[in-house]
């Protein structure tokens, strides 16, 4: 079983992306949980998000403290949260950034850490930020190959349509081709 747990931003899409991962393992036929945690936030404030994905029955319940991956959506969080709490001693943290990721994994002292730039790629792609949770989910699924790129197809293609439903396939597929790392 691997277990995500998703950092960001009020209406960034975390669970959107959280969905989406649990619905592409489920066309695999795997088990699934994936649920947010968050109060009366408003946009704009910092939420997390879960995701368990197991190739067998998932008996767990509650939050997920000790995570085997971490991603982060927005880059400003890592200021304002210990992203890295928990992570598991082999664990990996996949980041919304532009940066080089052996800055970001001394900063945090993960040494699998990967950097997306997910907020760069739906610039250009989508002349918007809106698709950063795309982008972040297809980095994460390249580094774990939790589920394939054509379950994340198969799902896009049946909550999208036309020009959205290709602009999202565009920057997941950006997102797994540009994705960067380091595992010192």
Known sequence: MLEFRWHGRAGQGIITAIRLLASSAIIEGKYVQAFPHFGPERIGAPIVGYCRISETPITLHGPIESPDVVAVLDPTILGLVNVAE??????????NSRD?????????????????????????????????????????????????RESLIKVLSERFTGRILEMNLNVLDRSLTEVRGVEA
Do not use: E
Request: charged share 15%; aromatic share 2%; proline share 3%.
């Open 100 to 148: 080089d990721p052996r800055r970001i994994a001394a900063k945090l002292g993960v040494a699998r850490t990967y950097t997306v730039d997910a907020t760069g790629i739906c610039l250009d792609t989508m002349g918007s930020g809106r698709a950063v949770n795309i982008a972040v989910m297809g980095a994460v699924t390249r580094v774990t190959g939790i589920v394939s």
């Open 86 to 95: 928990g992570l598991k001693p082999n664990g990996i943290i996949v980041v």
